[in-house]
């Protein structure tokens, strides 16, 4: 099974930071990742898809890169609307296994 | 926009069953693969179980195989989940999410439920 591995698991930022998320699959994935972003009491949205593509209505502060095994979520200038947790998924084989979540606070 | 409407959680005893149902809506149900994926109070996700469009392909996580039985009903555009033996680590809200596309692989999760909670207790 392909296990996968966000860092950090949690951190703080100001409104404006550039923050950068990263998840690291235990086996090459090629380019099969996903990230969501989670609210509270809310369903997860996919923000990124496919290591690289911006989802429809995703702001393009959001970006996605990687292939392999090696993956980074970045956002570039950090907005209210963003804190939230967010997870890597991988969809290359099953399990379909998400990250741990990477909580974004505000400091 | 597609709707995913997850119902039949609640309390159980511990190796007892339940049937989750998710009744879906706006979008062609047989063109695409469905997930279940559960979350346990204050934790991460955990995907549980997929099924293909047609029904014909179904997948597990270690976790539930041989316990959990995933199905769906294409003429009712609803999709299952039987949970037997439960144990009290399956307590959690279970939510079904759409894929892309028919194929369970290589796509995203792209329309969500909001959930039914499961809650395994004596």
């Known amino acids: 099974d392909i296990q996968m591995t966000q860092s950090p698991s949690s951190l703080s930022a100001s409104v404006g930071d550039r923050v950068t998320i990263t998840c690291r699959a235990s086996?090459?994935?090629?380019?099969?990742l996903n990230w969501y972003q989670q609210k509270p009491g809310k369903a997860p949205k996919v923000v990124i898809f496919?290591?690289?593509s911006l989802q429809s209505g995703v702001p393009s502060r959001f970006s996605g890169s990687g292939s392999g095994t090696d993956f980074a979520l970045t956002i570039s200038s950090l907005q209210p609307e963003d804190f939230a947790t967010y997870y890597c998924?991988?969809?290359?084989?099953?399990?379909?296994?998400f990250g741990q979540g990477t909580r974004v606070e505000i400091k | 926009e597609v709707q995913l409407l997850e119902s039949g959680g609640g309390l159980v005893q511990p190796g007892g069953s339940l049937r989750l149902s998710c009744a879906a809506s706006?979008?062609?149900?047989?063109?695409?693969?469905l997930s279940w994926v559960r979350q346990a109070p204050g934790k991460g996700l955990e995907w549980v179980s997929a099924i293909s469009g047609s029904g014909g392909s179904t997948y597990y996580a270690v976790s539930v195989e041989g316990r959990f039985t995933i199905s769906r009903d294409n003429s009712k555009n609803t999709l299952f989940l039987q949970l037997d033996s439960l144990r009290a680590e399956d307590t959690a809200v279970y939510s079904c999410?759409?894929?892309?596309?028919?194929?369970?692989?290589?796509?995203?999760?792209?329309?969500w439920g909001q959930g039914t909670l499961v809650t395994v207790s004596s």
């Open positions: 998924q991988q969809s290359y084989s099953t399990p379909l296994a």
């Open positions: 496919a290591a690289s």
């Open positions: 086996q090459s994935i090629y380019g099969y």
């Open positions: 706006e979008f062609t149900f047989d063109n695409y693969a």
């Open positions: 999410a759409k894929h892309q596309g028919f194929s369970v692989f290589k796509g995203r999760l792209d329309s």
